[in-house]
């Protein structure tokens, strides 16, 4: 499949997830088996769960910035070793996703206006379930302040940026590797907040085609700028 249709068909499945969330009550009948009606309490309480807490969140986050910062490493030292001058491609690849996709998806949480589950009044919170394209009621206090900032899944994109892996590697079972390695982080990370009451199902999946969208069109500029300077990338001495 060409970039061009991928990237068509990742727009697809970005906007199906959208209608998910929209027109269907799966997030709610999902998220209902992660909650204790009657003890208002989510599958996993980070509190209670000190060790989850840290390998999926503060462990898997630290962990996404040391590969970061040792793919900002190989880059530089790129520059003093030739054998290393033909993953500069992937290198910068890997940075501006790493850098872009949860920049561009944990920001949009400040414009939806939509609440964690853990918020909503259906689950022993005092926000109302309004979805993402709908509006709030006319009593409801609308201040900046207040405004719902739970989607889409903005810790679970991190995860997610590491699918840019696929497009790092010429080997299909690399680019294989690489794909598996960024869905698995980004949905550890995902399903720990859908545990904890944190995110609906929704988010996740748009969290999960958002950033494949963005990779997408990076891979694109990518190529476009391996073309533009071919001598600086040496794309085509990579094994």
């Not at 003890?39 to 970061?68: D, E, Q, R």
């Not at 949009?108 to 109302?128: E, F, H, I, R, W």
């Not at 680019?175 to 009451?197: T, V």
């Amino acid at each position: 499949m060409t970039l061009k249709k991928q990237i068509t068909a990742a727009v697809l499945l970005l906007a199906a997830a959208l209608a998910l969330e929209q027109f269907t009550q799966t997030d709610v009948k999902l998220q209902n088996m992660f909650f204790d009606f009657a003890n208002c309490s989510w599958l996993i309480n980070k509190n209670l769960n000190p060790v989850l807490h840290l390998l999926f969140y503060t462990g898997i986050k630290a962990m996404i910035i040391a590969l970061s910062l040792l793919v900002l490493g190989i880059f530089m030292t790129s520059f003093k070793t030739d054998r290393l001058k033909p993953w500069r491609k992937a290198c910068v690849l890997f940075l501006l996703a790493a850098a872009l996709v949860p920049l561009s998806l944990a920001g949009a949480k400040k414009y939806t206006n939509v609440y964690c589950p853990a918020q909503l009044n259906l689950y022993c919170g005092d926000k109302p379930y309004v979805k993402v394209f709908d509006k709030y009621p006319p009593d409801f206090d609308k201040t900046a302040r207040n405004r719902g900032r739970c989607f889409p899944a903005g810790h679970a994109s991190g995860g997610f940026a590491l699918m840019v892996l696929f497009f790092c590697f010429k080997k299909k079972k690399a680019k294989l590797l690489g794909l598996a390695i960024g869905l698995g982080a980004g949905w550890s990370m995902g399903l720990y907040q859908m545990f904890r009451g944190e995110h609906f199902l929704s988010h996740t999946l748009v969290t999960m085609f958002g950033a494949w969208l963005i990779i997408l069109l990076l891979e694109a500029f990518t190529q476009k700028l391996a073309r533009a300077y071919p001598g600086f990338f040496a794309i085509n001495e990579v094994n």
